[in-house]
């Protein structure tokens, strides 16, 4: 087995393993019908290829594979999934963009759908990046057994929900007007952006028919990394500039908004940051060399600049 | 077997049938919390309530329900895939409209979710009925079999999407800009509207494990009544006052919008409506009096007065 424990190793696998991503996304995102489709509408498709094609991180996808490769489930099921949450990370952000929500005219360094496309577009394009989600999640190429394919589609409804990301993301509109208590920052940032991330991780070990106490260490890899992922997101938000982050930044701070930074400055922030990822770290002490990709993965969660 | 040839039968039979699925809207959508959740925010549950238990006729869930009796699928059952594509149904119309799609203010007499709410609720809570339909359909108690719930997803993952009823969507906004022809209307109204209620009736067919046959023959019948149904909608949008409709009418025209009835003029239009509703009751012919409450429901669909 490659041992990657040199990070120059792990970017080049991050690197290909996101260009395999990136393919299939562009493969999946085009006119093509399906079924008892009209023709896809030319801009449409445009607008929901302009949300997913623009140089993501890859991150959650990413997720999915590597800890579907810990269980030794093909790459070509677990790109699948990996796609289908792309996809539906991707809807949120172009929602999440929108003039009657955060109003972003940027989004890695691009406009945003609604700038680029025109806000009836960007709300359909992203409806439509939700859907084909599931519709991609449905497919036999996703996993040979139905009720895998349930189950993921099951997992994936529920952490993207009113209970999990759209709950969250209501939790946190309804913070910008009342002063949160650091548990209650938690819990949204852990439904916001955690629910995705443990789904991926939860996604990775179903599709590799994982054991119940090895999927249930990756909920809890997951959930930690989450963690980790939204207190980098905060620290970054504060220290760097939009160039490097290709969005706007300081906008926490501008509208008012409770984070953990705000609550415990940056210092605090950063030990717990680096207490996550020591955890991480632990739950994957069980699966020694074979985890050096997810290890690798958890620190570039916490080191990245954008 | 119960004879339903009186209208008045019918009648009693599709509101202990609504009763039914209203029930059941009101049991799902409450703020009950599911495996990984948070707290569901009441805000959102309410929002997401007010788009969906709003006295809507609730034809899409009971042609499911009705087509499935035909095959002796289960209420239970049937009931749940009905819920499911009523979310999601309902979705459609809080996202439709929006400030930046129809804008509208009314809806079904009651004020549209962004009027009632605002606008950033309205976007989330479309997004959480969308989402939560999926959750619905993937569930044990929507069929046993993993096999039919997966097709389920499928189905109505692309009915609803890019090429069908959001497709149909972006090609209606693009339609007010251009002069279509009666086959580009006709194909745009076949997804837009078309779609889900060819789904509803496939989806009958799915959870009752219909024969490949009669399943081809109840997608044909969708489609019809499909057809039928948005005729009947454009000649009430001419015809009938706002009072009656609970909603703006008139619109259509207003927005310069080719309908067939612009197109036709209001007696070819009934004609071509006609056509189809006896075109219709020919798909019931080889099911005898077993689908005498499908035969009613064509019939209710085109003589409706909202």
Excluded: W
């Excluded at 269980?71 to 949450?85: I, K, P, R, W, Y």
């Excluded at 443990?198 to 054991?211: H, K, L, S, T």
């Amino acid at each position: 087995m490659l041992s990657l424990s040199m990070p120059q190793d792990f970017q080049n696998h991050l690197s290909n393993i996101v260009s395999s991503i990136d393919a299939e996304l562009d493969r999946l995102l085009t006119a093509q019908l399906s079924a008892g489709e009209i023709e896809r509408p030319e801009n449409l498709v445009a607008a929901m290829r302009h949300g997913v094609l623009n140089g993501g991180k890859r991150l959650r996808p990413f997720l999915v594979i590597e800890v579907g490769a810990l269980f030794d489930a093909s790459l070509q099921e677990t790109l699948q999934t990996g796609c289908a949450l792309e996809c539906l990370h991707s809807y949120s952000l172009v929602h999440d963009d929108l003039p009657a929500m955060d109003d972003d005219d940027l989004r890695r360094g691009q406009p945003t759908v609604h700038k680029a496309f025109d806000e009836a577009t960007a709300i359909l394009a992203g409806d439509a990046l939700l859907t084909f989600a599931f519709d991609i999640l449905s497919s036999s190429k996703c996993h040979p057994s139905a009720e895998v394919r349930c189950e993921l589609v099951s997992l994936m409804s529920r952490a993207a929900g009113q209970g999990g990301m759209i709950g969250g993301q209501v939790q946190d509109i309804e913070a910008e007007t009342s002063t949160p208590s650091a548990d209650q920052i938690l819990s949204l940032q852990s439904m916001k952006t955690g629910a995705l991330i443990r789904f991926a991780c939860e996604a990775g070990a179903v599709v590799g028919n994982a054991p119940s106490k090895d999927r249930n260490r990756m909920v809890e890899f997951g959930k930690t990394i989450g963690l980790a992922f939204q207190l980098a997101d905060d620290l970054l938000d504060v220290t760097s500039s939009s160039a490097e982050m290709g969005k706007r930044v300081g906008k926490d701070a501008e509208q008012g908004k409770g984070t953990l930074v705000s609550l415990y400055g940056v210092e605090k922030t950063r030990v717990l940051m680096n207490d996550n990822l020591s955890h991480a770290e632990a739950l994957l002490q069980p699966f020694g060399s074979k985890a050096d990709i997810l290890r690798e993965t958890a620190r570039f969660v916490v080191e990245r600049s954008n």
